[in-house]
């Protein structure tokens, strides 16, 4: 009725794609994804306005999650390069997308430029959003592990402390609080602190697994890791036999928090 270029046409092409992205069909998402940036682009708004580089982001996200790393990482360049000129290197828009790039290397394991990208990411976010916000706590996450994943221990884990608090504090609920839990239990697996680690290493893998169902399929990523540390922990702790049943089929409720734990 409106037509294929109708801003509302738009709106509900990018609904749709959002909806299979977060169901981790890709495939379906980036047809839809690369139509609208390409009416964006050409007729409705032009290559610098907010919402084009929006669409920028989100068709780059889709290229990384199915492994065309290439694709993406050059959308997500040419997208953060023109929301710095435009929009300038704090606007909410842009943190998004540097720290968008950030979580692609972390996916393909180069922690090293996660690592640089995240920092940027979290200082922009510090100063422009402040330290009470959960964007900023979520890049406050992303850097410790990828201090964790480099061995980093004793940086990782003040701010795995700091998301957790943050999310206990203003959403006990979300999961996002359970992977900071997860992230502090192994910076202190990697500082040999086994017992202070176990129990959050459980909690927070199976505070997770219990909300999987509010994660998108690529935050089940998380999920992963969270598992890997609990065997790595009982590895590391000289308990091969836990670390094996971890490792072949976890347990799904092999830890109850005390009420002192989740305060």
């Not at 981790?24 to 290559?47: C, D, F, M």
């Not at 929006?54 to 929301?83: C, P, R």
């Not at 909410?92 to 995240?118: C, H, I, N, W």
């Amino acid at each position: 009725m409106l037509g294929p270029e109708h801003p509302d046409t738009l709106r509900c092409m990018g609904n749709l794609a959002a909806t299979y992205f977060e169901q981790g069909k890709y495939a379906q998402a980036e047809p839809l994804l690369s139509q609208t940036l390409a009416i964006r682009r050409r007729v409705r708004l032009g290559p610098e306005h907010l919402e084009t580089l929006y669409s920028m982001d989100n068709l780059a996200d889709v290229y990384a999650a199915q492994g065309k790393y290439t694709q993406a990482e050059a959308l997500f360049n040419q997208t953060l390069g023109i929301a710095r000129r435009v929009l300038g290197s704090e606007h909410p828009a842009t943190l998004v997308f540097l720290a968008d790039l950030a979580s692609m290397y972390q996916r393909q394991g180069k922690f090293a430029m996660g690592e640089t990208y995240t920092a940027q990411a979290l200082a922009g976010r510090r100063h422009a959003l402040g330290s009470e916000n959960p964007d900023t706590m979520t890049s406050a996450a992303d850097l410790a592990l990828d201090y964790q994943s480099e061995g980093k221990f004793a940086e990782s884990e003040p701010l795995a402390r700091e998301a957790m608090g943050f999310n206990r504090k203003k959403q006990p609920d979300d999961w996002q609080g359970f992977r900071a839990e997860s992230l502090l239990g192994s910076s202190l697996t990697g500082q040999k602190k086994y017992a202070e680690a176990e129990p959050l290493l459980l909690e927070g893998y199976q505070g997770m697994l219990a909300r999987k169902d509010r994660m998108t399929a690529g935050d089940w990523y998380h999920l992963d890791r969270a598992r890997e540390w609990i065997v790595q922990l009982y590895q590391a702790w000289g308990k091969p036999e836990k670390a094996a049943e971890w490792k072949k089929n976890p347990p799904p409720t092999t830890y109850r928090p005390s009420a002192a734990s989740v305060k």
